[in-house]
């Protein structure tokens, strides 16, 4: 089969020829059909700290059909859909058993990141059905939403809060898309580029601001007020910073942009406010059943954002391209299906 690999050390990825894999008796083999490619598979081919590693497969937001179901397993046979959590649970240390979070895994028993490939081999207990409502292309977004529902819920996003989202990406985009659905009251999304501004509009933003000297003022005029959440999702240095100089008395401000740099803050601002501030990577398989089952009810197609689809061979390329000025919002890649 075709699969990408990344050789490790910010080397180019490479499409290698390998054996295709075989299901063990509680595993699942499926003919990947999209995987989305996500800023995180930027930051970690880049070669630093934050790594991927040397020779390894690599792609998480995916969905696929099952080819052959291991001899233990039941609940699956050959020719179901189904999208991935590509994180492996031990189901026995803390982290999954009190909080259910696959991501924070003491154990890591293993991992099912391989959608950038023809074929996966995964354990059946990461496989998740999608409903006939749902699409594969559908499949391949459930991941990327459900790391935003993961943050809106530890925000509490609730009804009539007054939502300030920073950024414009695909987890900035979701975070607008949940808190809308979750009845926030007035929601405003900020970025330095209005590039997204429609996209962030039809998500269920009521207003989008351009990042600049009056853009405290601007955000407060629009949202009735000063924030009540605020959720992070640029990832970049002193974006932390200007989440707490927008924040409310007693604003919960959750970062999910997963910034890889220093980024300092002066507790005192923060402390004057009275803030809360909530990191969080991951997300639960109550987030992946909830949006298989929920997609396709909400007030917009999540499908949106995607802005290209491509083939496999042009993965390399492609990821060049995202790590200069690009137009792109979600790009898919077409693997196996």
Request: charged fraction near 20%.
């Amino acid at each position: 089969m075709k699969a990408a690999l990344y050789p490790g050390g910010g080397q180019p990825i490479i499409i290698a020829d390998l054996t295709d894999p075989r299901p063990g008796p509680h595993d699942l083999l499926i003919r990947v059909h999209r995987c989305g490619i996500c800023g995180t598979d930027l930051s970690m081919t880049r070669g630093g700290a934050w790594d991927y590693g040397k020779g390894v497969q690599f792609g998480h937001e995916y969905a696929g059909e099952v080819v052959e179901a291991g001899r233990e397993v039941t609940g699956f046979r050959p020719g179901d859909r189904v999208a991935v959590m590509p994180s492996v649970p031990c189901s026995r240390c803390e982290p999954c058993q009190a909080h259910g979070n696959p991501v924070l895994c003491t154990a890591k028993p293993g991992s099912a990141m391989a959608g950038f490939a023809e074929y996966a081999c995964i354990p059946a207990s990461v496989a998740v059905r999608l409903p006939a409502t749902l699409s594969l292309a559908d499949g391949a977004l459930i991941e990327p939403l459900a790391i935003s529902l993961y943050g809106a819920r530890l925000g509490r996003i609730g009804a009539g809060d007054r939502v300030l989202v920073l950024g414009g990406g695909t987890v900035a985009l979701y975070a607008i898309y949940w808190a809308r659905r979750l009845g926030a009251g007035r929601i405003v999304a900020l970025s330095r580029s209005a590039r997204r501004r429609d996209l962030a509009l039809a998500m269920g933003a009521d207003e989008f601001v351009t990042a600049g000297e009056d853009e405290v003022g601007l955000v407060q005029e629009v949202l009735g007020g000063a924030p009540q959440v605020v959720v992070e999702a640029v990832g970049a240095e002193g974006v932390l910073g200007n989440a707490i100089r927008h924040a409310g008395p007693f604003c919960r401000i959750v970062s999910l942009g997963f910034c890889t740099a220093p980024d300092p803050v002066i507790p005192a601002i923060a402390s004057y406010k009275c803030v809360s501030l909530q990191f969080a990577v991951g997300y639960r398989m109550a987030e992946f059943l909830y949006i298989a089952d929920q997609m396709d009810k909400g007030h917009v197609d999540p499908g949106a954002i995607v802005s290209r689809t491509i083939g496999l061979s042009d993965l390399p390329a492609m990821l060049a391209t995202l790590r200069q000025p690009n137009a792109e919002t979600k790009v898919h890649v077409m693997c196996g299906g």
